[in-house]
Each structure stands twice: as C-alpha cells, then as structure tokens.
C-alpha cells in the first residue's frame, strides 16, 4: 500500500519536472543569440540616424527656399 502511494508520487513529481523541461526548451527557443541581438540594434540606431538626418536635410532644404 505504501509503495504504490511512494510510486505514484514518484510519478506526479517526473510528470511535473517534465513539464518544468517542456517549458524551459520552448523559453530557450525563443531567444536571440547575442551576435543577432547586436545586429538588429545595430540596425536600428542606423535606421534612426538616417531618419535625423534626412529630416535635417528636408529643414535646410525648405529654409534655403
């Protein structure tokens, strides 16, 4: 009586650590390598400086006319 209470424990515990493993390999593929995460930063302040200085241009345009 007592080991099939011990034996179903057992069995609820792996069940549970199963499902911890499950949901830590999904959390895992969901992030970027560093390499990439640079990347799209680098990405980004690029795409920001381009943005400043087309308005800069398009300021110094409209005010030479």
Do not use: W, Y
């Amino acid at each position: 009586m007592n080991s099939n209470q011990d034996l179903k424990q057992v069995n609820e515990r792996l069940d549970q650590i199963d499902k911890k493993l499950d949901s830590l390999g999904h959390n895992q593929q969901n992030k970027r390598s560093p390499g990439m995460r640079f990347l799209i930063g680098f990405g980004i302040t690029i795409a920001v400086i381009f943005v400043l200085l087309l308005t800069l241009a398009v300021i110094q345009f409209v005010s030479n006319g």
